[in-house]
C-alpha cells in the first residue's frame, strides 16, 4: 500500500491570505525530475495530476484532460507542492535561511519539520519573485536539486514523503494489576508490527512504560528484533491501584524527538486503568496529535474496571481518528483490522444523507432520523444507517459500539441493492469481489471492507436492532487514491502573516478553508460544505461551494462565514459532499475536530525563522481577543519541551478597530468586550555547547479565563548559527 503523507494547511494563490500559484514551482521543480510526464490542465487551467488516468476503478474520467499517466513519485511530489504546511511567515525573511533549517531538520531525521521548512523557503520565495525582487539563480527548481544534490537521494525521497514511513508509539501500563493481561500485550503488539512489515511501509518503534508514579523515558527502537526482545523482559512491577498516570505515558512518548518526524503516525496505549492525569494533561494531548496527525488507539483490559471506560480516553481516541477498545473477556482476534491506522492514507467518510435539521455522519448515534426494517427470518425489527461508498474508497471500516452490548452480534452490513452485479457481487471468476472481516471486543464491534478489485459503490446499511438504548458508529475509509479533504479557518491577524486555525471564534468573520486532495476526481460544480454540531448531529451551517465565488485554484476553496452563536463550544466537524467525476456520491467528514470560543488566542507571528540559535531569543507574538458582551481576565503562560527560560510581556491593548488604546504591565490582564492583547514571548536560547543542530523545541502557549483554557502549539528547530 502506498504511504502518502499528505500534509494540511495553507498552499494556495489567494493574495490576501498569503497563497501562491504552484503551477510555476510545478513547472520549475516537479518536471526537471519527471521530464516525460506531462502537467494536465483542466477549464479553470490550473495543474493537476491522474493517480489512475482514467484507469480500471475510474471509466468514465474524461480522457480528453489526461494526456499521460502519472506515476506514483511525481503524485507525491504534486502533494508536496499542494499540501504540505506552513504557519507564518513574514514577506521579508529570507528563503535561505528556512532552506538551510529544513537540511538540520531533515539532518537530525525530522522529516515533518523539514517538509514545513521547504514550504516556508517555497513561500517565501515565490513572494519575493512575484515582487520582482532579485532571486538569482534560484527558482523552485533549483532549491529542490540543490537539497537533492546536498543532503543525497534518501532525504530527497523523504522530503517528498516518497518513502514510506510511519512511528509505531507503544505506551505500556507497567503497573501490577497488569500482570495477567501481559502476555496478551506482547502479542497484540507482534501482530502490529507484523502488519506493519506485511504493509511494506518503513517504522520506527517507540516504547514508553507507566504506572504510578511515573512514566519511564521512551526508548527508540529501529528494528523489530529489539523492540520484541525488549517486550520479553518486560514485567509488571509497582502501583497497582485502579488509577495510573496514562496521560504522563502519553506525553514522554509523544514529546520525543521521533514522534515529530513524520505525519499520520498511530500510537497504541494499553492498560487496565482509568487515569489520574488525564484531567490535566487533556488538552496539550489532543493539540500536539492535532499538530502532527497521529492517531491514539487504547486497548483496555478489564481487571480494575470491567465495565467502565475513562471517558479521557474516548475523547482523546476518537477527536485524533483511533477508537478504544475494551478486551476483558473477548480478546480481538484480528488487530490489525481492529486498530491498524497506521499504514494507509485515512478519510472518514459521511454515514448518512444529511439535510438542514438532521445528519448523522461518520460518527453518528442512532436515536436521530430512524429507519425501519423488520427481518422476518430472525423476528427482530432493525433500525438503519446509510454509509456511501464512491469508487475511490478501496477499503472501509466500521466501527460500532451499543448498550446493550449483547446486541453487537445482532449488527448488519449489507451491499447497496441496486450495487452493481459483478463488483457487489461474483466476479466472472466466480468469486466474491467484497471480503468482510469481523473483529470484536467485550464493547465493540469493527466491520472491515475490502474489494478484490474496484469497490461495490452505491448506499450501504448498517442495520442494528430498534431494542437498543444506544448506538455509536464511525467510519475511516482508505485507499492509494482516496478523495478526501483538509479543512481550517485562517483569520489575517496583521498585515505580515496568516494564521491557520482549529478553534474558530463564535459570532465572529471567520474564512474557512477547503482544501481537496485527488481534487481531479471531483465534480466541483456539486460540492456542498456543513457545519454538523457533535451535540445532536444538528446542520448549523450549510453553502454551496459556489467555483465563481469562493475557488482559489489548486483544489482550494476560502469561503468567509461567522461561525453561528447558537453552535455554542460544544464542538462541531466540516462535512464535504458531492460527486465523483463518474458520477458517483461521496461524502466526507473532517477528521479534525473544531471547538469554537467566545475568547481567542492566535499566533501572530514567530520571529527568527522558527529557530533557536546560540544565546539569542525567539519572539512569538500572541494574539488574544474577548469577544464576548462581558469584561474577562486572562492568564497568559508558556513552556517548552527543553525548559529554557521563557518571558511574557506585558500586553499592548487594541480596541475592535485594531487601534491601540495603552499597554499594561500586567498579567493577568483584564480585557473589555471586543478589545485584545498582544503578548510578546521570548524564548531565550543557551550557549552553542548547550544547542543540538535539528533538534526541535515544542513550546505550549495556555490562555485561562473564567469560562475556557485555549491553548496553541509552536514548534521551533535549534540551530548552532545565527539567522
Known amino acids: 500500500m502506498i504511504f502518502l503523507a499528505v500534509l494540511s494547511v495553507l498552499y494556495y494563490q489567494s493574495e490576501c491570505l498569503g497563497l501562491f500559484d504552484t503551477q510555476s514551482i510545478l513547472e520549475d521543480a516537479a518536471l526537471p525530475y519527471f521530464p516525460e510526464k506531462t502537467i494536465n490542465q483542466d477549464g479553470d487551467g490550473f495543474a493537476y495530476v491522474s493517480g489512475r488516468s482514467g484507469g480500471e476503478c475510474y471509466g468514465n474520467l474524461p480522457l480528453e484532460t489526461i494526456q499521460a499517466e502519472q506515476t506514483t513519485d511525481f503524485l507525491d511530489m504534486v502533494n508536496f507542492m499542494e499540501f504540505v504546511q506552513f504557519t507564518t511567515t513574514g514577506r521579508n525573511e529570507d528563503f535561505m535561511n528556512f532552506y538551510e533549517i529544513a537540511k538540520a531538520a531533515m539532518e537530525s531525521g525530522n522529516t515533518y519539520l523539514a517538509q514545513e521548512h521547504m514550504a516556508r523557503a517555497l513561500r517565501t520565495l515565490e513572494s519575493a519573485r512575484r515582487r520582482k525582487r532579485d532571486t538569482g539563480i534560484w527558482d523552485a527548481g533549483t532549491l529542490f536539486d540543490t537539497?537533492?544534490?546536498?543532503?543525497?537521494?534518501?532525504n530527497f525521497k523523504k522530503l517528498l514523503h516518497l518513502n514510506r514511513k510511519v512511528v509505531m508509539a507503544f505506551v505500556v501500563d507497567t503497573s501490577s494489576s497488569m500482570d495477567n493481561d501481559i502476555v496478551q500485550v506482547k502479542e497484540y503488539i507482534r501482530e502490529l508490527v507484523m502488519e506493519q512489515e506485511r504493509s511494506g511501509v518503513i517504522a520506527v518503534y517507540t516504547l514508553t512504560t507507566f504506572a504510578d508514579p511515573y512514566a519511564s523515558n521512551t526508548v527508540v527502537y529501529h528494528t523489530r528484533q529489539d523492540l520484541l526482545q525488549r517486550l520479553e523482559s518486560?514485567?509488571?512491577s509497582i502501583g497497582g491501584d485502579c488509577e495510573e498516570r496514562t496521560c504522563s505515558g502519553i506525553k514522554k512518548a509523544m514529546f520525543n524527538n521521533n514522534f515529530f518526524t513524520v505525519r499520520n503516525s498511530a500510537m497504541y496505549i494499553f492498560t487496565d486503568a482509568d487515569s489520574k492525569d488525564c484531567?490535566?494533561?487533556y488538552n496539550k494531548i489532543q493539540k500536539m496529535l492535532q499538530l502532527v496527525r497521529a492517531s491514539a488507539f487504547f486497548i483496555l483490559f478489564g481487571t480494575c474496571r470491567p465495565e467502565k471506560v475513562d471517558h479521557y480516553y474516548v475523547s482523546i481516541?476518537?477527536?485524533?481518528g483511533g477508537f478504544t477498545l475494551l478486551v476483558k473477556d473477548n480478546g480481538i482476534y484480528n488487530i490489525t483490522d481492529t486498530v491498524n491506522g497506521a499504514f494507509s492514507k485515512d478519510s472518514l467518510i459521511c454515514g448518512e444523507e444529511s439535510d438542514n435539521s438532521r445528519s448523522v455522519v461518520g460518527q453518528g448515534y442512532g436515536n436521530y432520523r430512524k429507519k425501519r426494517s423488520v427481518d422476518e427470518e430472525e423476528e427482530i425489527e432493525y433500525e438503519e444507517r446509510s454509509i456511501v461508498v464512491d469508487t475511490s474508497i478501496e477499503r472501509f471500516s466500521?466501527?460500532?459500539t451499543a448498550t446493550p452490548v449483547s446486541l453487537l452480534s445482532k449488527v448488519k452490513l449489507e451491499k447497496p441493492v441496486d450495487g452493481d452485479e459483478h463488483l457487489c457481487g461474483l466476479l466472472e471468476s466466480g468469486i466474491e469481489n467484497v471480503v468482510q472481516t469481523?473483529?470484536?471486543?467485550?464493547?465493540?464491534?469493527?466491520?472491515?471492507?475490502?474489494?478484490?478489485?474496484?469497490?461495490?459503490?452505491g448506499t450501504w446499511k448498517l442495520k442494528y436492532p430498534k431494542e437498543a438504548v444506544?448506538?455509536?458508529?464511525?467510519?475511516?475509509?482508505?485507499?492509494?487514491?482516496?478523495?478526501?479533504?483538509?479543512?481550517?479557518?485562517?483569520?489575517?491577524?496583521?498585515?505580515?502573516s496568516d494564521v491557520a486555525n482549529y478553534s474558530p471564534c463564535l459570532g465572529v468573520a471567520e474564512q474557512l478553508v477547503i482544501k481537496l486532495n485527488q481534487g481531479e476526481k471531483v465534480n466541483k460544480d456539486t460540492l456542498t460544505a456543513k457545519i454538523l454540531g457533535l451535540s445532536g448531529n444538528v446542520v448549523h451551517w450549510q453553502g454551496k461551494l459556489d467555483k465563481d465565488q469562493y475557488y482559489q485554484g489548486n483544489n482550494a476553496f476560502v469561503v468567509p462565514l461567522v461561525i453561528p452563536s447558537d453552535i455554542g463550544t460544544e464542538g462541531f466537524r466540516i462535512v464535504l459532499e458531492g460527486e465523483i467525476v463518474d458520477g458517483s456520491r461521496f461524502q466526507r467528514v473532517s477528521s479534525n475536530y473544531f471547538y469554537p470560543t467566545g475568547s481567542c488566542l492566535r499566533v501572530a507571528s514567530v520571529s527568527n525563522y522558527y529557530a533557536l540559535t546560540p544565546n539569542r531569543k525567539t519572539y512569538i507574538i500572541l494574539k488574544v481577543t474577548n469577544n464576548n458582551k462581558y469584561d474577562e481576565e486572562y492568564l497568559v503562560s508558556c513552556s517548552n519541551t527543553m525548559s529554557y527560560a521563557t518571558n511574557i510581556g506585558g500586553p499592548t491593548i487594541t480596541n475592535a478597530k485594531n487601534q491601540r488604546v495603552f499597554k499594561r504591565h500586567s498579567n493577568p490582564v483584564l480585557l473589555s468586550g471586543g478589545h485584545s492583547a498582544r503578548f510578546v514571548v521570548n524564548i531565550a536560547a543557551p550557549n552553542i555547547q548547550k544547542i543540538q543542530k535539528g533538534r526541535t523545541v515544542a513550546v505550549?502557549?495556555?490562555?485561562t479565563s473564567s469560562t475556557a483554557e485555549l491553548m496553541d502549539m509552536i514548534l521551533l528547530t535549534e540551530m548552532d548559527r545565527a539567522m
Open 317 to 320: 481516541s476518537d477527536e485524533s
Open 398 to 400: 466500521v466501527f460500532v
Open 147 to 154: 537539497f537533492r544534490e546536498q543532503m543525497g537521494e534518501d
Open 234 to 236: 518486560l514485567r509488571p
Open 279 to 281: 484531567i490535566s494533561e
Open 700 to 703: 505550549t502557549c495556555k490562555v
Open 470 to 496: 444506544q448506538f455509536n458508529y464511525k467510519v475511516r475509509s482508505s485507499g492509494d487514491y482516496l478523495v478526501d479533504f483538509d479543512a481550517y479557518f485562517v483569520d489575517t491577524v496583521d498585515t505580515e
Open 438 to 457: 469481523v473483529s470484536s471486543s467485550d464493547d465493540a464491534l469493527v466491520i472491515g471492507v475490502t474489494a478484490r478489485t474496484c469497490p461495490c459503490t
